[in-house]
């Protein structure tokens, strides 16, 4: 397993736990926040322990699905808090 493997295996389990499946978004009962925001933060502990060491495509990659997830788990935490109301 390389390093982009890795990385990308972290990223799908967390939008497995956001909900995210084949880039369609399943019912609010799929949603584990917690764990989806474990994984992102590990994703970002990565980003800052590996910077500097990475090749560009690497460091792309880990930016671009940090960027993503991110995006989607604040989504997610408005839909979240929507089915609330």
């Given at each position: 397993m390389d390093f982009s493997t890795f990385v990308l295996s972290l990223a799908s389990?967390?939008?497995v736990h956001l909900g995210v499946v084949d880039g369609q978004v399943s019912e609010a009962g799929a949603i584990d926040l917690v764990s989806a925001k474990q994984l992102i933060?590990?994703?970002g502990v990565l980003e800052i322990k590996t910077r500097g060491k990475l090749t560009e495509a690497e460091d792309k990659l880990q930016k671009s699905l940090l960027y993503e997830l991110r995006v989607k788990y604040c989504d997610a935490r408005k839909r979240e808090a929507q089915n609330d109301d």
């Open positions: 389990s967390a939008m933060d590990i994703i």
